[in-house]
């Protein structure tokens, strides 16, 4: 069993269209961070969430923690193809030093 | 450019065999961690040094072991490979011994096991 799930694992989209990806779980995580992976290298942090409740934005992204800290969203308004790529959530329980990752949601963006 | 650079980036290799990853964390980062990326499982934590000792420990299997050296780089060691171990394999490092804090990654390694 996955502690975090992501959807949709797979988004094809047209440039300009918004879209919104998930990572869900059934645990509370002390803090949440969302990275994207692009082909034939590795994953970028975008943004790290303490909070529950925290919204951060960077740019045309929006990362959401839910306010349990079970949860996590993240809102791309006008997506464009250099947002291509495989997204992934990562999270980190208290009192563990482990970070799980989700399997991610691999978004293309067509021009 | 992460900073941090994994050789080799390519290694096809033959069941039964063993073979040695290599990662240079960058420079002033004290944590290195392993990660196995396939298809199937995602991405997988493995295991995590500080400053040379053993910090954390998680999905590694014992046919697997590493190491952090005094200049702070690590190796990663898969012996008696099966099929199942072909994998994309990264490094990451941070400054820090928190896994929360942000962590950099190598380019990888991709394992073909044959």
């Known amino acids: 069993t996955q502690l975090l799930e992501q959807s949709p694992q797979f988004l094809s989209i047209q440039e300009g269209e918004n879209l919104t990806v998930y990572c869900n779980s059934s645990s509370v995580f002390s803090s949440l961070q969302w990275y994207r992976q692009e082909p034939g290298e590795g994953p970028v942090l975008l943004v790290t969430?303490?909070?529950?409740?925290e919204v951060k934005k960077l740019k045309r992204l929006t990362f959401q923690f839910g306010d349990a800290r079970k949860d996590s969203s993240l809102h791309i308004t006008a997506a464009q193809p250099g947002d291509t790529g495989l997204y992934l959530c990562?999270?980190?329980?208290?009192?563990?030093?482990?970070?799980?990752f989700g399997k991610g949601t691999k978004l293309t963006v067509n021009p | 450019d992460s900073g941090v650079t994994q050789t080799p980036k390519h290694l096809i290799t033959a069941t039964g065999q063993r073979v040695t990853l290599r990662c240079s964390p960058r420079?002033?980062?004290?944590?290195v961690y392993w990660y196995q990326q396939s298809l199937d499982q995602g991405l997988q934590f493995l295991i995590q040094y500080y400053n040379g000792e053993e910090r954390a420990k998680g999905n590694i299997l014992e046919r697997f072991s590493a190491q952090q050296f005094p200049d702070l780089h690590s190796e990663l060691n898969l012996s008696s490979l099966e099929l199942g171990d072909s994998a994309l394999y990264f490094c990451?490092?941070?400054?820090?011994?928190?896994?929360?804090?942000?962590?950099?990654f190598g380019q990888g390694t991709r394992l073909t096991v044959v």
């Open positions: 990562a999270g980190a329980q208290g009192g563990s030093e482990k970070l799980v």
């Open positions: 990451a490092s941070s400054v820090t011994a928190r896994m929360n804090t942000e962590a950099f």
């Open positions: 420079s002033g980062d004290l944590s």
């Open positions: 969430v303490v909070t529950g409740g």
